[in-house]
C-alpha cells in the first residue's frame, strides 16, 4: 500500500530511517533540500530538519507500506523543494525544457531489497503526482555498467532500466553514471 508522507505518516518513515541510522550516511533524505522560509538546515539535525520541512508541505515521498510499517519511500517534489541535484552544472548546461517535478531519492528496508519495492515505490509517487496535477517528471538514474554488480548505497536514485520500464525516456548522460530521463503524467482528475 502507497501512502503520502504527512504528518501522520512522518513517524512511519521515521523508524525506517532510524531503523538504517539515518539513510545514506544519516542525511534522513534532506541531501536534495534546501532552506526554506522557516527552516535553515544548519539549525536541526536531520529528523527534526525533516520532519519540519514536511509540516510546511515541502517534502513529499510516496511510501510503501507493509502493514503499519513503511517499508520503503521515493521522494519527489518540486525543483525549488529540491534543489540540490548530482551534477547539477551540467544538468542545468544542458537543460532546454526544466520540468516541474523532480524524483531524487528512493530508499528500501534492508529486508525488503531486491523484491520490486522501489520500482512500487515509483509508481507510487508517479500516482501521487498525478493527484497534484500531473506534469512532466524529471529523475536522474544510475545506468549500471553491465555484468558490474553495483552496491545499492550507490543507487539512491535507482536504475535507468526501472525507469525506462515505469515509462521514462532517456535523455542524456551526466557524470559518470548518471542518466537524466523524463515522462510526462497525465493529471488525475478524480
Known sequence: MIKPLTPETFSAWLTLAQKHNGVWGGCYCSWFHGDTEQTVKSAYDGPTFKRRLVEEG????????????????????????????????????????????????????????????AREALDGALDLIALAGGGEVVSFPNELVPGKRTSSSFLHNGTRAMFEKAGFTFERHIGKSKTVMRRTILPNLG
Do not use: M, Q
Open 58 to 117: 515541502v517534502a513529499h515521498a510516496a511510501l510503501v507500506f507493509e502493514g503499519d510499517d513503511a517499508i520503503a519511500w521515493c521522494e519527489y517534489g518540486s525543483p525549488a523543494e529540491l534543489p540540490h541535484i548530482y551534477h547539477r552544472k551540467e544538468y542545468d548546461a544542458g537543460e532546454t525544457s526544466p520540468a516541474p517535478w523532480r524524483i531524487t531519492c528512493f530508499f528500501v528496508d534492508r529486508d525488503h531489497r531486491r523484491s520490486g519495492v
